[in-house]
């Protein structure tokens, strides 16, 4: 949430098409509306695939100076530097600036870092912004120790969601001393904070090329030519299983195929429980074994929509079985959408558009017969409650201005008239 919100913040650059337009946009908000002296300007949502040209420090140094400029990719996994930007994140030199996965991530808390109290009010901003759309919950999964910014904020008075506050391995020892499991309520936070499961990077993304994936990328060879494991088995295992013993489920990122027969693997040896998060590239033996292990795709349609260009170039020959969800669902796979936002918005309408339509932007659907009826994509989307609510259910629900279900509904844009979390009122334009 912290990185959606700062998203919503920052210098929108995902309209470029070139690096040379990327930076353009840099150098109009550089003229307009500069940082603050001792600041960097930040932007997010480039993606680089398919760009006629490379993206290099050099690049924006021309247009930027010694203004420290960052731009953070749509996907997250990469970020472009300034040669003055480099200095300001603590990197003394580098060849190009552009930083990949494990090169990036860790700087990624330094670009990030803002005052808690601006972080809160930009959080809170996101979560009403979402509840908005309809949206009564998030599962958070944001690369720190999560429990304490949610307990400050909910006591601060942020209550328009609930709140599943995913756990990352640095910070397993702490939820494990205070013998949380999956799924426990948070003491002291009203019933809005649970503890949510290990979330655990295998693998990297498509845009970037470094999904772990069985097949090489075009016209690569040697290291990295079939993506990057973060996280090989040999570890991945025994941290599930440990995960497992202490009541924790397992949020496994996996992009690339390679990357998902791995995650597969991994829960089938260590007996864990939870999803694989993405599962954009599968083999059809794989799709079998995630309804065999019982295994939830946590997707998000989006990313198709996003990506289907990035795929048809670097998954050329295999884009049947990109974003699969047709298949998932014809194997008795449980299926869950949503958004990783910041990499798509926090909106559940447009990941049900995205799942039913496969199009967007009036273009033809992206193999259209991976797409799933409405009402699947909705029980999707509502956390496995039912559709229809009875007696005792919990009154998270939202109020709708248009049918879905009829001919031609505005599905993207599809009109909240409330939202309600346990019967309260967290948007009403009724």
Known sequence: ????????????????????????????????????????????????????????????????????????????????????????????????????????????????????????????????????????????????????????????????????????EPYLDKVLAEELRTGDVVVGTGGLLQQGPLKVITDGSLNTRTAYCHDPYPGLSGPGAHGVLSVPPEHLVPLMAHAHRRGLACAIHAIGDQANTLALDAFAASGARGTIEHAQLLTDADVARFAALGVTASVQPEHAMDDRDVADRYWAGRTARAFPLASLVAAGVRLVLGSDAPVAPLDPWIAVAAAVERARDGREPWHPEQRVDLLTALAASTDGQPLVLGPGASADLCVLDADPLADGAPLRGMPVAGTLLAGRWTHRAL
């Open 1 to 168: 949430m912290t990185q959606w919100a700062l998203a919503r913040q920052r210098l929108d650059v995902s309209a470029a098409t070139s690096a040379a337009h990327a930076v353009q946009i840099v150098a109009d908000r550089l003229a307009s509306r500069p940082p603050a002296p001792g600041t960097a300007l930040v932007g997010a949502g480039f993606r680089d695939g398919l760009w006629p040209d490379a993206p290099t420090a050099a690049l924006l140094d021309a247009v930027a100076g010694d203004t420290p400029v960052v731009l953070v990719s749509a996907d997250l996994h990469c970020a472009w530097f300034s040669t003055a930007g480099l200095r300001y994140a603590g990197v003394g030199e580098h060849p190009t600036g552009l930083l990949r996965e494990s090169e990036w991530l860790p700087l990624s808390a330094v670009v990030d870092q803002v005052p808690d109290a601006v972080a809160d009010a930009w959080v809170d901003e996101a979560a009403r912004a979402a509840a908005r759309r309809g949206v009564v919950g998030v599962v958070d999964l944001e690369i720190t120790e999560n429990l304490t910014p949610w307990r400050r904020r909910i006591a601060a008075g942020s209550d328009a969601l609930r709140v599943r506050a995913g756990v990352w």
